[in-house]
């Protein structure tokens, strides 16, 4: 990662791979379903996907407002006269 990169890739890449993680959970517990297992993945599975949803959904509006897509974009109060 360069000094570059926006925060807003960072967040995505960071949802990116709580969202693998998550997957690789549940692959997990489909292949060797016990009830410990399960139970983790209903504690720790579930919290993992909210998580990563949230931050996807926040990177995804970021990009937007950045490049001027949203109404309430960033630089609004600079292009009006």
Do not use: C, H, N, Y
Request: no cysteine.
């Amino acid at each position: 990662m360069t000094p570059q990169t926006p925060k807003r890739v960072s967040v995505l890449r960071i949802a990116v791979v709580l969202a693998a993680l998550f997957e690789l959970f549940a692959l997990v517990v489909l292949i060797g379903f016990t009830p410990i297992l399960f139970t983790l993945f209903m504690f720790v599975g579930e919290v993992l996907f909210a998580v990563a949803l949230l931050l996807l959904v926040g990177a995804v509006l970021a990009d937007l407002r950045a490049k001027q897509l949203l109404p309430w974009g960033a630089d609004q109060s600079r292009t009006s006269p």
